[in-house]
């Protein structure tokens, strides 16, 4: 069965960090892409980054880029999202999702298993 499950959210100040995890089972971890979503109520699931573990080649939503890092650990089957520089704007849950395929996606109706997602509330 597969499973991911989420940690490290929080509370933040802006222009502070955090760094989320992704623990992941019953699948092999190092043949299939692992991405992070975010959410908030009212809006879509927004694409936020994501990691083909069998490569290590990395995707990230323009919003992001150059503030939140994504690296796997595969000896420890986690992904990890490291974000710096938050903003308020960043606020919302955080889901980390895969499919079965090596491919990366941003778009969350390619994948079809995901965490319970962990709250990030950055504070301005």
């Known amino acids: 069965e597969v499973q991911l499950v989420e940690s490290g959210g929080g509370l933040v100040q802006a222009g502070g960090s955090l760094t989320l995890s992704c623990a992941a089972s019953g699948f092999t971890f190092d043949h299939y892409a692992i991405g992070w979503f975010r959410q908030t109520p009212g809006k879509e699931r927004e694409g936020v980054s994501c990691?083909?573990?069998?490569?290590?080649?990395?995707y990230y939503v323009d919003s992001v880029k150059d503030r939140f890092t994504i690296r796997s650990d595969n000896a420890k089957n986690t992904v990890y999202l490291k974000m710096n520089s938050l903003k308020p704007e960043d606020t919302a849950v955080y889901y980390c999702?895969?499919?079965?395929?090596?491919?990366?996606?941003?778009?969350?109706?390619?994948?079809?298993?995901w965490g319970k997602g962990t709250l990030v509330t950055v504070s301005s």
């Open positions: 999702a895969t499919g079965e395929t090596a491919r990366c996606s941003l778009n969350s109706n390619d994948l079809e298993y």
């Open positions: 990691i083909s573990t069998s490569d290590g080649s990395t």
